[in-house]
């Protein structure tokens, strides 16, 4: 089969390659998935740049990246019901802790990691995984939401952008940041209420203004260590911060004080290591939310398997708006 693979850290352009290898067996419990499309994330992006602290060598001599992707079902292993053989599927966690991920023509994988994907688009299902089970986890993992008031930071990234959606269909009053311009557009276009910009001096007023002196119950926040000061001026007492990233600010110094006396719950979420009720739970809220037409992907690029050096600069580019997809077919 054809695939992407890489042994070193480095630039996309000088260290992804297009191989050929051979096709993958499904072991026991597995499933050999005939990929359409492979979605790319960040955390694929930096693995493949050697970005991920204390790491200084690739895990395996030789990897096909990629976590995300989508296509049908063409072999199963021992122990899996044949009826699946041309299911079609999304995937989740396809290269976590693997060699091989979803950046290739087949992947095989543990059963439970292929997903029944219905009617839905194959870009659709690519588009899931990492972002759409990072956003129902972190806006649904502590319960339900209706009738409360959340604030989701990035709202025009590909969480937040899903994160948005998800609190609306479930009832929630959203309050969402974004850049000015297309991202602001994106966000009001998943629900949000309202959408302010992340980079206001006065923010915290803002959202309060924009909550009408409400504060938040729970909030989605992609920059932890950046925003937390501001979340500690709005969060309600007993509020949750259900935190997925901090990148600008990786260790943060925290105001304890304000924090403590609202008893804050600070929520880090890794959606690669959720625990299976966790993940079931989340991929659940996902699929009603997709049944009811309330949960939507953009995608901004597809690009073909042998270029796929070009989707993961896409990625490390600034302001997309949408998923970036390699054709595998």
């Known amino acids: 089969m054809r695939a992407i693979t890489y042994s070193e850290f480095g630039p996309a352009a000088d260290i992804l390659e297009l191989t050929e290898i051979k096709t993958p067996t499904p072991a026991a419990g597995e499933v050999l998935v005939r990929l359409a499309f492979s979605g790319v994330n960040p955390s694929d992006v930096k693995a493949r740049a050697g970005g991920r602290p204390g790491v200084t060598k690739p895990p395996f001599p030789q990897i096909i990246p990629h976590s995300d992707g989508a296509g049908v079902i063409e072999a199963v292993g021992s122990g899996i019901d044949s009826a699946r053989i041309g299911e079609r599927v999304w995937i989740w966690n396809g290269q976590w802790q693997r060699a091989?991920?979803?950046?290739?023509?087949?992947?095989?994988?543990?059963?439970?990691?292929?997903?029944?994907?219905?009617?839905?688009?194959?870009?659709?299902?690519?588009?899931?995984?990492?972002?759409?089970?990072t956003a129902a986890h972190t806006v649904l993992g502590g319960g339900p939401v209706e009738?409360?008031?959340?604030?989701?930071?990035?709202?025009?990234?590909?969480v937040g952008f899903m994160a948005v959606q998800l609190a609306k269909w479930a009832g929630a009053r959203v309050v969402a940041t974004a850049s000015p311009g297309e991202s602001t557009a994106q966000a009001q276009d998943a629900g949000a209420d309202a959408v302010l910009d992340h980079r206001s001096p006065d923010l915290a007023e803002e959202i309060l203004t924009a909550t009408n002196g409400n504060h938040i119950a729970r909030a989605i926040e992609c920059e932890f260590g950046a925003n937390v000061?501001?979340?500690?001026?709005?969060?309600?007492?007993?509020?949750?911060?259900?935190?997925?990233?901090?990148?600008?600010?990786?260790?943060?110094?925290?105001?304890?004080g304000p924090l403590l006396f609202k008893a804050i719950t600070i929520d880090i979420a890794l959606v690669y290591i959720l625990r299976p009720e966790e993940r079931e739970t989340a991929i659940g809220h996902v699929h009603a939310a997709l049944a009811d037409g309330a949960l939507s992907a953009r995608v901004a690029k597809r690009v073909p398997l042998a270029e796929t050096a070009r989707a993961h600069e896409a990625v490390e580019a600034a302001g997309r708006h949408g998923a970036i997809l390699v054709d595998c077919s």
């Open 147 to 158: 009738g409360k008031t959340l604030l989701v930071s990035g709202a025009g990234g590909s």
């Open 229 to 256: 000061n501001t979340l500690a001026e709005v969060m309600a007492p007993n509020g949750t911060i259900a935190a997925y990233g901090s990148a600008l600010e990786m260790a943060p110094v925290l105001p304890f």
């Open 100 to 133: 091989h991920g979803t950046c290739a023509e087949f992947i095989a994988l543990p059963a439970s990691q292929a997903v029944p994907l219905g009617d839905h688009s194959f870009e659709t299902g690519a588009s899931l995984g990492i972002p759409a089970l």
